[in-house]
């Protein structure tokens, strides 16, 4: 019996020693060694002068092996006291009898010292670890959030340049070989594939001047019990985008738990009809074809005026107006009229070139609006356009397509990033844009003067900034409700500009949605809101004003905001 047992021993010896050899030492390694993707260290969003707007933060999560824990109901009181989380959530994960359950994720540097002050990473088979993780961070918490946007727990963009540049802040991870030993825990060996160094991505975006428009678009909120708001700021001579902003916003520490209204970003993405912010570009239209000129007389029928089956009419009775007038007024009889000589065919071609019923090409997903067709003869279709019913766009088109009336007829489109920086500082500019031509320089100067007519004398005297000459329209459109019409209650109060006149530095949109307190028209609930951007902007910007007097500062809060905001500065790259 005992040399039949030995003998079996023997042989299953041999049969593992020498003919299994290889299948064991490939069965160990397996246990032994893997394969592991180590995340390259996300990139940074930063603004133009190098303000931090995202970028990656070393925090740590804490795993478990229950396996190991004795005493599993004080140890769960323990770990939900120190880390403030729900003791029967901690306890849940705790009571498995197998694997490796996430306690927490993304603790803070204190939470990381309570936890090894607590001894729960003590002994040579602790209950617990920690395991470096790499999250990201909001510096300047919810500033420019439509424009930044969202990266999730994993480090994928969910939205904004976070998701649309995903690939240049990400980078490629590093693949390593792991080594786990006996107790357990695992170590890298040895890299297999390098990573890809992640890139910074640089917008264009100013920060300060980006907490300008939002403080300004907070206080409207307040001021006009609005259901939303946005504001856009872009430098006309490249079609930068120095600020963007939209109310409702999400808070990027808790993106997820926001709502759609807030993610959205509706000065892209939603289409609307504008009113009579588009009589510019239909004027614009008209004086590029040598239809009218500023001083031709149109008569404006005392406020009521018939096209077809269609009555029209214009916010006060007027008689004759010249077409310079019409503007400052926002007359609809007068824009009306003086639209008619021109073919639909050729107007609906002029208002293309200003980029209506296209996309942008801006960075961010974005709508095209839509134009309609014009060349069909429908008297009634171009008298509701040349007012801005019946065309649909996005605020980014109205912002840019005044940047071509502000820079001299020629379009610059609007981007948001300038371009990307390595980790040794090396630089990679964003390819620009060609610039098109939509009127003539001469066009441009006419619509320029008549615009400042506006701000001067007519519906946009709210806009004026004392010290400087400012050039805008104003718009006050109902708004249509699927399914019901026009509103007779819910109205888009909006205006549009640019300053200072002889030398546009910036051209400023806002448009207030339902405003529900106060005066709803564009010259009362969003000119107000236009002036105080437009004069903190060119405060901080230092721009000569325009009557030569010398201003040391704007009571605005921007030199305040650029103090505290503890930015790094780099010099701004052309």
Known sequence: MVVALTTGIAIRLVSFQVYRVEEFRERAGRQQFGEELVPARRGAILDRFGRELALSVETHSLYAWPARIKDVGGTARTVAALLRLDEAAVRERLDREHGRPRVARGLAPDDVRAIRNAGLLDGDRPGFELEREISRAYPLGTLGAHVVGFAGVDLQGVAGIECVRQSLLQGEPERVRTLQDGLGHGFIERTLTPAEPHRDV??????????????????????????????????????????????????????????????????????????????????????????????????????????????????????????????????????????????????????????????????????????????????????????????????????????????????????????????????TGEPRPEPVAVVSPRTARLMASILEGVVERGTGKNAAVPGWRVAGKTGTARKHIEGVGYSREAYFASFVGFAPVDDPQVVVLVVIDSPRKGLYYGGQAAAPVFRRIMADTLARLRVPPSDGERVVSYPGGATEYARAAKATYLPEVR
């Open 202 to 427: 640089v917008l264009s975006l100013d920060a300060v001047l980006q907490h300008v428009v939002e403080r300004e678009l907070d206080a409207a909120m307040r001021d006009t019990e609005a259901g939303a708001a946005l504001a856009i700021m872009l430098d006309p001579r490249t079609g930068e985008i120095l600020a963007l902003a939209n109310r409702p916003s999400p808070a990027l520490d808790a993106y997820s738990r926001s709502t759609p209204e807030a993610q959205r970003n509706r000065a892209l993405a939603d289409r609307y009809e504008p009113g009579s912010t588009f009589k510019v570009f239909t004027a614009a239209a008209l004086l590029d074809a040598g239809v009218v000129q500023p001083s031709t007389p149109f008569d404006c029928e005392m406020g009521k005026y018939r096209v077809a089956d269609r009555t029209f009419t214009d916010h006060d009775p007027f008689g004759t107006l010249t077409f310079r007038e019409v503007v400052e007024h926002s007359s609809n009889i007068g824009m009306i009229k003086a639209s008619r000589p021109m073919p639909g065919g050729a107007l609906e071609a002029a208002i293309r070139k200003f980029g209506f019923g296209a996309k942008t090409g801006i960075e961010l997903p974005e709508d095209s609006g839509a134009v309609p067709d014009l060349s069909r003869d429908s008297a009634v279709q171009q008298a509701s356009t040349t007012i801005g019913y019946g065309v649909s766009v996005t605020a980014l088109q109205i912002a840019s397509a005044m940047g071509a009336i502000a820079n001299g007829g020629v379009l610059h489109p609007p981007r948001l990033v300038r371009g990307t920086l390595t980790g040794d500082g090396s630089w």
